[in-house]
Nanobody, 109 residues
Framework: VHLVESGGGLVQPGGSLRLSCATS???????MAWYRQAPGKEREFIAL???????NYADSVKGRFSVSGDNAKNTIYLQMNNLEPEDTAVYYC?????WGQGTLVTVAS
């Protein structure tokens, strides 16, 4: 499987972004997850989506972020609302131990 993230950028606090993760395989054939790594910090789990199950979210993003998928496009999305400076990080998607290259999200005024 090959994963490619996109959609990162600079956004003001309180703003929104939607990240995409395109896969060479079929989404939901295996669980797919979003992680992020802030400067100087370890990579942390953000959200998990799998076929037939409700998505799981880290407490730090629950209520602000949502994950979804489009089977026709073999793509999952991470909708991020009410962004905070603490959300600044490189965001990665992962499936079956395969990682994308990441996309940088910067939240700053």
């Amino acid at each position: 499987v090959h994963l490619v993230e996109s959609g990162g950028g600079l956004v003001q606090p309180g703003g929104s972004l939607r990240l995409s993760c395109a896969t060479s395989g079929s989404i939901f054939s295996a669980p797919m997850a979003w992680y992020r790594q802030a400067p100087g910090k370890e990579r942390e789990f953000i959200a998990l989506i799998g076929s037939g199950d409700k998505p799981n979210y880290a407490d730090s993003v629950k209520g602000r972020f949502s994950v979804s998928g489009d089977n026709a496009k073999n793509t999952i999305y991470l909708q991020m609302n009410n962004l905070e400076p603490e959300d600044t990080a490189v965001y990665y998607c992962e499936s079956l131990g395969v990682w994308g290259q990441g996309t940088l999200v910067t939240v700053a005024s």
